[in-house]
């Protein structure tokens, strides 16, 4: 079965930075996908991590430990647009998502 | 360069009635997944299909059915409605990597509501 874990809530300042935790376990793994969701809408790619170590992509960074089952997202220079529900999902031969972290960003 | 479509966007149907899905994928993808997501959770996985197959299920019951047509569009069927089966439903289409999913692109989703 899967088991993926990350909090549900949180808030930050505009300009801060804010890291979100995401801890799995999962019958297999083939990577692992962050998404951004907006209310009201499809959720839409953010980043993908199969090997251990830290991608980055402009604001956002993503973190994978395989051996720990443990990712976090990093989000920099937070921006109001930012405000969503960010979702953590691991391919294992299919996606398996998180329940989410709503992240409201407070000016 | 269309991306994942789905119809309709919204519906209402009563308890016990039968409601049928509709998806096209991104350009090029040969994949698609259905997803149930309920207000304020993640993303459900309900089945995927490829090569006009049901190549792996989610945890749902029977009543939820699908198909995939040799242009790889996907429909979802849901019989005997239920009031727990108001969520949205969201299509995801992919390209096939092996065994493997690659990136999920997903559509705007449609909103069921049963009464």
């Known amino acids: 079965g899967q088991n993926i874990d990350q909090p549900t809530e949180m808030t930050a300042t505009e300009g801060a930075i804010v890291q979100i935790n995401c801890t799995y376990q999962?019958?297999?793994?083939?990577?692992l996908f962050w998404y951004q969701q907006h209310a009201g809408e499809a959720p839409t790619f953010l980043s993908y991590?199969?090997?251990?170590g830290l991608e980055e992509k402009g604001r956002f960074s993503s973190f994978l430990s395989r051996s720990k089952g443990y990712s976090y997202l990093l989000l920099k220079e937070l921006q109001m647009k930012d405000s969503a529900s960010y979702l953590c999902?691991?391919?294992?031969?299919?996606?398996?998502f998180g329940a989410g972290t709503t992240v409201t960003v407070r000016a | 360069d269309a991306g994942v479509t789905q119809s309709p966007t919204h519906l209402i149907k009563t308890r016990g009635q039968q409601v049928t899905l509709r998806c096209s994928p991104k350009?090029?993808?040969?994949?698609v997944s259905w997803y149930q997501q309920a207000l304020g959770q993640g993303p459900q996985f309900i089945f995927q299909?490829?090569?006009?197959?049901?190549?792996q299920r989610g945890n749902f019951p029977d009543r939820f059915s699908g198909h995939q047509f040799p242009n790889y569009s996907s429909e979802l069927n849901v019989n005997a409605l239920l009031l727990g089966d108001s969520a949205l439903y969201l299509c995801?289409?992919?390209?096939?990597?092996?065994?493997?999913?690659?990136?999920?692109?997903f559509g705007e989703g449609s909103r069921l509501t049963v009464l």
């Open positions: 999902a691991v391919n294992d031969y299919k996606l398996s």
């Open positions: 999962t019958s297999g793994f083939n990577g």
């Open positions: 991590n199969v090997l251990d």
């Open positions: 995801a289409s992919s390209l096939s990597l092996g065994a493997r999913t690659g990136e999920l692109f």
């Open positions: 350009s090029g993808h040969d994949t």
């Open positions: 299909y490829y090569e006009e197959e049901e190549r």
